[in-house]
T-cell receptor, first 112, second 116 residues
């Protein structure tokens, strides 16, 4: 079973601070996705990275896929209270059916 | 973007009864859908892959006779929790990919099941 370990598990910061969330695995994935989930709702896709070494920016969020496609990071600049939520990375297995293996999750709390 | 609708959003049932959860792709066809379970403050764990026109594929440790999956059409998959017990209480989420060549998956809103 492929495992994706996220760190940190929980992060509590003040508005305006920067943070980085890491997603690591010993397995290679064909692609990796990042989601944010609010309590009681399904995950919402933030980004998909496919190419090793790829960097994608989404406003204040920067996503990077490791060269070996085994790890990824999410960096948030100048965090806002609206960034609060559960961040999940998910790796796609090479099955052709978009079967996702989810990371352990990082719970982010941004206080005013 | 593509939308996946899950129903009901919340359900409370008595121990021993069965509960059916529906997952619909609203504007695209999904030959494959995935069912996940999420316990409080934990990540999503894949339970099974639902295949239209054939049997579902269950992950290791998931009882197929307890979690019945039926992929009745190209837009509907159902998960029935049979003889529910309190330990089955969880957040159940479905997802559907709309393309074969990409890895984009669209998630339903989730169903909070409470067994009392």
């Amino acid at each position: 079973t492929q495992l994706l370990e996220q760190s940190p598990q929980f992060l509590s910061i003040q508005e305006g601070e920067n943070l980085t969330v890491y997603c690591n695995s010993s397995s290679v994935f064909s692609s990796l996705q990042w989601y944010r989930q609010e309590p009681g709702e399904g995950p919402v896709l933030l980004v998909t990275v496919v190419t090793g070494g790829e960097v994608k920016k989404l406003k204040r969020l920067t996503f990077q896929f490791g060269d070996a496609r085994k790890d990824s990071s999410l960096h948030i600049t100048a965090a806002q209270t609206g960034d609060t939520g559960l961040y999940l990375c998910a790796g796609a297995e090479n099955t052709g059916f978009q079967k996702l293996v989810f990371g352990t999750g990082t719970r982010l709390l941004v206080s005013p | 973007g593509a939308v996946v609708s899950q129903h009901p959003s919340r359900v409370i049932c008595k121990s021993g009864t069965s509960v059916k959860i529906e997952c619909r792709s609203l504007d695209f066809q999904a030959t494959t859908m995935f069912w996940y379970r999420q316990f409080p403050k934990q990540s999503l764990m894949l339970m099974a892959t639902s295949n239209e026109g054939s049997k579902a594929t269950y992950e290791q440790g998931v009882e197929k006779d307890k979690f019945l999956i039926n992929h009745a059409s190209l837009t509907l998959s159902t998960l029935t929790v049979t003889s529910a017990h309190p330990e089955d209480s969880s957040f159940y989420i479905c997802s559907a990919p709309d393309r074969v060549e990409y890895t984009e998956a669209f998630f339903g809103q989730g169903t909070r099941l409470t067994v009392v």
